[in-house]
């Protein structure tokens, strides 16, 4: 169990999957520069997280930005949409008649990945919300804007495995302040901190004059 002034933020999750230098980046070093899909997730993001937009239907009400955190895993953050839908398995919720169960909405920005970075970002989210509220969340989803596409996860055992161990890595990274080697793939053109990242010098020791050479030889083509 870790203590509260320990917590990480939940949402680095997911930085920490894709590429552990851009999150030690932002989650150590503390640094940050938007780019045109940071800002465009920042407006996907905008109606889901404004806690003054009620919603509510006879058998169902969202809740935004609801913050939750997790002793066991040590992360805190806030939630984009929990949907509570009326079941008899549910829990109390203060002002509403009945039992409630909640589930997860996380909106994002593009498409769904070939890879798990969305996905373990939303099943921490989950196990931070059964610790909070004290219930089981079998499964949530993941809502995409570019396709309009809302995806369900079942939240199972495997990946709440799997989110444990990547938040042990995080924690043990963070503590000790290592901000992590670079790993230069096809994707670091589109990460807004490519310029504090500096991938391709970063990556391994380089001959100055050589990476100089190169880099001016591609300005002139």
Not at 117 to 120: F, K, L, N, Y
Not at 134 to 145: M, W
Not at 183 to 194: A, V
């Given at each position: ?5 320990d917590?990480?933020?939940?949402s680095g ?8 230098r ?7 070093e503390q ?11 920042q ?9 003054y937009?009620k ?7 969202l ?7 997790s002793?066991s ?10 949907e ?9 919720v203060?002002?509403k ?6 589930t ?12 798990n970075?969305?996905?373990?970002q ?9 610790e909070?509220l ?12 570019q396709?309009n596409?809302?995806v ?8 709440k ?6 938040t ?8 000790q ?5 670079a ?12 310029d504090i990242?500096?991938?391709?010098l ?6 100055i ?10 300005d002139?083509?």
């Open positions: 169990m870790y203590e509260e002034d917590y990480l933020m939940l999750i997911q930085h920490f999957y894709f590429c552990r851009q999150w030690s980046l932002i989650h150590v640094q940050w520069q938007d780019n045109r899909w940071t800002a465009e997730g407006i996907v993001h905008e109606k889901a997280d404004n806690p937009i919603e509510k239907r006879k058998n169902h009400f809740s935004r930005a609801m913050p939750v955190s002793p895993l040590g992360l805190a953050g806030i939630l984009d949409v929990v509570f839908s009326k079941n008899e398995t549910g829990i109390s203060e002002g008649k009945g039992k409630w169960q909640p997860i909405v996380e909106f994002k920005r593009g498409k769904e990945k070939k890879d970075r969305d996905i373990v939303l099943v921490a989210q989950a196990m931070c919300l059964e909070t004290d219930i089981q969340v079998p499964y949530a989803y993941l809502y995409y804007h396709t596409k809302k369900k996860i079942s939240i199972s055992d495997e990946l495995h799997e989110v444990h161990d990547l042990e890595q995080m924690h043990e990274i963070y503590n302040r290592i901000t992590t080697e790993e230069f793939h096809k994707n670091c053109k589109e990460c807004s901190l490519i990242c500096m991938p391709r970063t990556k391994k020791r380089v001959n004059n050589s990476y100089m050479y190169n880099h001016l030889y591609e002139l083509i």
